[in-house]
C-alpha cells in the first residue's frame, strides 16, 4: 500500500483568529482535516481498518483564546514545497484559519506535543468605556510583585471539588508592553507547559486585575487593604497564543527549528 | 441600543460567547457559507430552523435552498437558528435581537425569513425566534417593512396550527417555487406595493397558501364544516409542489461545513425521492410521492463534487429507504471502491429487512461495524399487515442472522406501539420477536464459526404511534397515554433479558405531537399560549413540560387529550382538507378500509399502480432508472 511510498513529515504554524477563536480544538483537528481533503495535500493515511489521515497536533488551546501559534504535523506521500503546502491550504481554511509558515521537518523528530514544553500570550487589555484609563504603573507594580514573589496560588475547579495549585514556578515571563498610547495596554507572559499545573492567561490575568497579588517583599500591606484589593476595571481583554517553544537551557527555540 | 451587524458581533465576541455553552453555534464563518454585502442585494431571505444549529445543519432541505438562492446574484441567503437557553437568555438581558449567522445582522432586517417545519414539537421555537427577533409574533399585527414570515416542510402539509404566525405557507417542494417567490417580490418590493397586495399576488402562485385569507366555519357542536377563501384569488385547494425530473433539479454540490460536531455530521446526498412502500401511518411515505429516482451518473458525479468540495471523509446516501434505489447495488459498490482508499467511508441510514440489504451493508461497512438499523414495527404479522409493513418475520430472522454471521454484534429494532387495532397480544409479539433476534444472535456468538467475537447486542427502540395528516391512519386517534405507558410496562417486563436494551420516546411529548399533527386553526391560541408559559425548545426533553401543555390547551378552552386521541368520523371535513399533497382523499380512505381487513398494497414500484392518484393529479410519474421501471 501506500505506506511504502517515500514519506515526508510537513510541519506548519497556523492561526486562529477573531470569531474562529471560539471553536474548540477538537473542531480545529476536524478543520484541518478537511482543509486538507479539499485543497488535495496528499496526506498518507493509517494502515489499518479505519484509515485515518495522519496529521498530528500541538497542544490544546481554550476556546476563546485566540492563536498564532498552532502546530501541526502532516505526513506526506510526497514532497511538496512548504509555499505551496501554505498557498493550497489557505485556499481551502474557513476564514479566521491560515496557515502561517510550513516546512518540512525529519521524519525523525518527535511529535510537537512531547517536545513542547512552553508557551507565550499576549493579553490586550482595552479600557472601560467610561474615562481616562491609567493604569500602566499599577499593572506594572502587580507584575514585578508576581515575579518577586515565591508562589501564586489559585484555585481550581477539578472534578473532585476545588483544588489549590501553585502556578508560580511555571511562570518563566510576566510584562507589560504598551504599544503606541494607552488603549490597549498589553501584557506578555511566558509559561511552562506539559507537566500538568499549566497557568492559564485567564488565571493569572485574573491575579492581575483583581489585585490578588503576594505584597511586595519589605512592603508593609495592612490587613484591610490585602483583604480588600483594588481591581482595576477593563473593557474587553483578548488573549492570543503567540508561541510554542521547547526549552534548550535558558534559550526557547520555535518547534520549526527543532523536534529532538 | 440600536443594533447593526458590527455591534452584535461586538458583543458576542466580547460578551456573550465567553460565557455560553458551544459558542460554536453562533459564530458562523462556516467553509463553504456565502457571505454577500447585504446592500448589493435585492431581495435577503433568512433561512431560519426552529431548533438549535447542532439539529438543524444537518438538515438537508435548507442547505439545496440556501444554494438555489445564493446562486443567484440579486438574492442573498443567510441562515439562523434556535438559541440554546443559556444564549437566549444572555440576549435577552442584553437586549440583542436573533441575528443572521453570515452576516450577523438582526433578522428582521431581512424580506423573507422561511422557517421549516420538520417536528410538531418544535414550532414554539418558531414564536420563540420571532419574538427574540423583534417581529410581532401574530402575522396580523406585521406592516409594511416587516418581513415576510413564511414555512415550508412536511409540517406544512398540516399548516392551520401555525397559521396565525405565519404570513404564507409554501406547500410541497421548494426547488422550484422559491424562484418564482423570490421574482415576484422583487418586482412589487420595486414599485413599492403595500404588504396586503404582495400577499393577494402570492396567493395565486401555485403552492402557496395565505392563511389570512380563509376562514374557517364551525357546526353547532364545534365540528369544523369547511374551510373557505375569503379572498377571490385564493384557491380552493392549494395543491403541493413537486420537481418532475429529480435528475435535472437543482442539487448543491457544495454545503456549509460545520466546525463543530452536528447530528448526521457527513457529507449528504441524495439519491431519490418519495416512497410508495405505503407504510399506513407514514406521512413522509403519501406526502412525497411518486418516487422519482437520480441517475446512477448523476449520484456519482454529485458524490465526487460534493466531497471534493466539502473535505468530508463520510458519505450519506440519503433517501426514504435508501436501498429501495434501483441502482443501489452498483452505484454502492462503485462509490466504495472509488473512495475507499481515500479513507472515505459510504454510510446506510437503515437498511430494508431482507439479506441483499444484509449483503449490500457487508459491501459497504467492510472494516467499521457499527450497527445495523432494521424497522419491523410491529410484532405480530397480523398487525403488520394493518400497517402495511410487507415484512415477514422468516425475512426478518434471516436478515439479522447474516448480519450477526457477518460480524455485527449490534442490531437496532424499530418498533411502534400504540398503532390502530393493536392488542396485547401484537405487545408481546415485539418482546417475543426481540428475544428472537437476540437468541439467533447468542446462538451464532456461541458456536465455534461464528464471526462475532462480543456478546450480541440488540437496542429496540420503541415509538408510539401519532396519526399524522394526509395518511391513511389520519382519522385513527392516538391511544390514551395511560394505554400506552401500561404497554411500555408490559413491553419492559417481558424483555428482561440479557442484551437486549429497550428505550421509549416520551408518551407526554408523542401526545402533544400528535394533538398539534392533527391540530386545526383554534390550536394555534394554545400554541401561544404555551409559548407565554415558557414553551422554547420542546423538542428536547430537558424543554419539555406536558403540564404547560394541557395548561396551554385547558386555557384556550381546548382538550389536548381530545385532539390527540378522538378518533375522527371518516366523512368529516378535516383541518387540511383545502392542502393537497396529490394522493386523493378516496385512496387514503380506501387504505385506511383496506388496513381494517388486514389487506395488504403492493408497492407500485414493483407492481401494478395502486391508485394514489398523484401521478394523475400533478401530472407527473414514477422514474426509476434501475430495473423496476414498470
Ligand atoms: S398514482 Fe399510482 S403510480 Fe403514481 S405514485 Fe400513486 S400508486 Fe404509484
Known amino acids: 500500500m501506500q505506506a511504502r511510498l517515500m514519506q515526508v513529515r510537513m510541519r506548519a504554524r497556523l492561526a486562529k483568529l477573531d470569531m474562529a477563536r471560539f471553536t474548540s480544538h477538537l473542531d480545529f483537528m476536524r478543520t484541518i482535516g478537511r482543509a486538507t481533503r479539499r485543497a488535495g495535500i496528499p496526506v498518507a493515511l493509517t494502515e489499518g481498518f479505519h484509515p485515518h489521515y495522519k496529521i498530528a497536533f500541538g497542544p490544546a488551546l481554550g476556546s476563546g483564546i485566540a492563536s498564532i501559534a498552532e502546530y501541526a504535523d502532516f505526513i506526506l506521500n510526497c514532497r511538496i514545497p512548504g509555499e505551496e503546502f501554505s498557498r493550497r491550504m489557505n ?75 501553585d502556578i508560580r514556578p511555571k511562570i518563566l515571563d510576566l510584562d507589560v508592553v504598551e504599544k503606541d498610547g494607552n488603549d490597549p495596554v498589553f501584557l506578555s507572559m511566558i509559561v511552562t507547559i506539559g507537566d500538568g499545573g499549566t497557568p492559564r492567561p485567564e488565571e493569572v490575568l485574573q491575579c492581575i486585575l483583581s489585585g490578588r497579588v503576594p505584597a511586595l517583599p519589605g512592603q508593609v500591606v495592612s490587613r484591610a487593604e490585602s483583604s480588600d484589593p483594588h481591581p482595576i476595571a477593563v473593557g474587553r481583554v483578548s488573549i492570543t497564543r503567540t508561541g510554542l517553544f521547547l526549552r534548550k537551557g535558558r534559550d526557547l527555540v520555535s518547534p520549526m527549528e527543532a523536534g529532538e | 441600543m440600536s443594533w447593526n451587524s458590527k455591534e452584535i458581533m461586538r458583543v458576542l465576541q466580547d460578551e456573550l460567547l465567553p460565557e455560553v455553552v458551544k459558542p ?107 419574538d427574540l427577533a423583534g417581529i410581532p409574533v401574530m402575522a396580523a399585527s406585521r406592516r409594511d417593512g416587516d418581513p415576510f414570515i413564511i414555512a415550508g416542510g412536511p409540517g406544512a402539509y398540516n399548516p392551520e396550527p401555525l397559521w396565525a404566525f405565519i404570513d404564507f405557507f409554501v406547500i410541497g417542494e421548494g426547488e422550484e417555487v422559491i424562484g418564482e417567490i423570490v421574482d415576484l417580490y422583487r418586482e412589487l418590493k420595486k414599485a413599492g406595493a403595500p404588504r396586503s397586495s404582495i400577499l393577494g399576488r402570492m396567493s395565486r402562485i401555485e403552492g402557496i397558501y395565505v392563511p389570512s385569507f380563509y376562514e374557517p366555519v364551525y357546526g353547532p357542536g364545534g365540528e369544523l364544516e369547511e374551510v373557505r377563501p375569503l379572498a377571490s384569488e385564493a384557491p380552493r385547494v392549494v395543491r403541493k409542489r413537486v420537481v418532475k425530473d429529480l435528475d435535472r433539479a437543482v442539487f448543491p454540490d457544495s454545503f456549509v461545513v460545520p466546525f463543530m460536531e452536528v447530528v448526521h455530521d457527513r457529507a449528504m446526498l441524495e439519491v431519490f425521492r418519495g416512497c410508495t412502500r405505503g407504510c399506513r401511518f407514514c406521512q413522509a411515505g403519501m406526502v412525497y410521492r411518486p418516487v422519482r429516482e437520480r441517475s446512477p451518473e448523476r449520484v456519482k458525479e454529485l458524490a465526487s463534487r460534493i466531497l471534493k468540495n466539502t473535505g468530508y471523509d463520510e458519505l450519506s446516501l440519503s433517501a426514504l429507504s435508501i436501498l429501495d434505489y434501483s441502482c443501489a447495488a452498483q452505484v454502492l459498490h462503485d462509490l466504495v471502491s472509488r473512495y475507499g482508499p481515500e479513507g472515505i467511508t459510504v454510510s446506510l441510514p437503515s437498511l430494508r429487512v431482507d439479506t441483499f440489504s444484509v449483503d449490500l451493508a457487508k459491501e ?20 403488520r399487515n394493518v400497517i402495511n409493513k410487507g415484512v415477514r418475520e422468516e425475512d426478518l430472522m434471516e436478515a439479522v442472522r447474516a448480519a450477526f454471521n457477518g460480524g455485527w454484534d449490534t442490531i437496532k429494532l424499530y418498533f411502534m406501539i400504540g398503532l390502530p387495532t393493536e392488542t396485547t397480544e401484537d405487545i408481546l409479539g415485539i418482546a417475543r420477536l426481540a428475544r428472537a433476534v437476540r437468541d439467533a444472535g447468542v446462538e451464532i456468538a456461541g458456536s465455534k464459526t461464528g464471526a462475532l467475537t462480543r456478546f450480541p447486542r440488540v437496542n429496540v427502540s420503541v415509538a408510539s404511534f401519532v396519526p399524522k395528516a394526509h395518511t391513511p391512519f389520519q382519522w385513527c386517534g392516538q391511544a390514551p397515554m395511560e394505554e400506552l405507558l401500561e404497554k411500555q410496562r408490559l413491553l419492559k417486563e417481558s424483555t428482561k433479558v440479557k442484551g437486549l436494551t429497550l428505550s421509549w420516546h416520551d408518551a407526554g411529548m408523542s401526545l402533544v405531537e400528535a394533538a398539534i399533527a392533527r391540530g386545526d386553526r383554534r390550536v394555534a391560541r394554545a400554541m401561544r399560549r404555551a409559548w407565554e408559559l415558557g414553551s422554547r425548545l420542546d ?68 407492481e401494478r399502480c395502486s391508485g394514489c392518484d398523484v401521478c394523475f393529479a400533478l401530472r407527473t410519474s414514477p422514474k426509476l432508472y434501475g430495473k423496476g421501471v414498470r
Open chain 1, 91 to 165: 485556499c481551502a481554511l474557513p476564514v479566521g484559519f491560515e496557515v502561517l509558515e510550513a516546512r518540512e521537518v525529519p521524519l525523525t523528530w518527535k511529535s510537537i506535543s512531547s517536545v513542547v514544553d512552553a508557551a507565550s500570550y499576549e493579553m490586550g487589555l482595552w479600557a472601560p468605556d467610561e474615562g481616562p484609563w491609567r493604569v500602566v504603573e499599577e499593572l506594572r507594580r502587580r507584575v514585578k510583585a508576581i515575579l518577586e514573589a515565591p508562589s501564586l496560588t489559585v484555585t481550581r475547579q477539578t472534578e473532585k471539588g476545588l483544588k489549590e495549585l
Open chain 2, 364 to 383: 459497504v461497512e467492510k472494516t467499521r461495524k457499527t450497527g445495523l438499523t432494521f424497522a419491523p414495527e410491529a410484532g405480530t404479522q397480523r398487525l
Open chain 2, 24 to 130: 460554536q453555534r453562533y459564530i458562523g464563518n462556516e467553509w463553504g457559507s456565502v457571505r454577500k454585502d447585504p446592500s448589493r442585494c435585492e431581495v435577503s431571505f433568512l433561512l431560519a430552523f426552529p431548533d438549535i444549529y447542532d439539529i438543524g445543519m444537518s438538515h438537508l432541505g435548507f442547505k439545496i435552498l440556501y444554494y438555489i438562492l445564493n446562486q443567484r446574484e440579486d438574492v442573498c441567503a443567510e441562515r439562523t437558528y434556535a438559541p440554546w437557553h443559556d444564549m437566549e437568555n444572555a440576549m435577552r438581558q442584553r437586549g440583542m435581537p436573533l441575528f443572521s449567522l453570515e452576516s450577523h445582522r438582526p433578522a428582521r432586517e431581512f424580506d423573507f425569513i422561511g422557517f421549516t417545519l420538520q417536528y410538531e414539537l418544535s414550532y414554539p421555537a418558531i414564536l420563540n425566534m420571532l
Open chain 2, 539 to 606: 423538542s428536547w426533553s430537558e424543554g419539555f413540560d406536558l403540564v404547560r401543555w394541557q395548561r396551554a390547551f385547558e386555557e384556550s378552552g381546548l382538550s389536548l387529550e381530545s385532539y390527540a386521541t378522538r378518533d375522527i368520523p371518516l366523512d368529516q371535513v378535516l383541518p387540511w382538507d383545502h392542502i393537497s399533497t396529490g394522493v386523493s382523499k378516496e385512496y387514503l380512505r380506501a387504505e385506511f378500509e383496506r388496513a381494517m381487513r388486514g389487506e395488504v398494497t403492493p408497492d407500485c414500484r414493483f
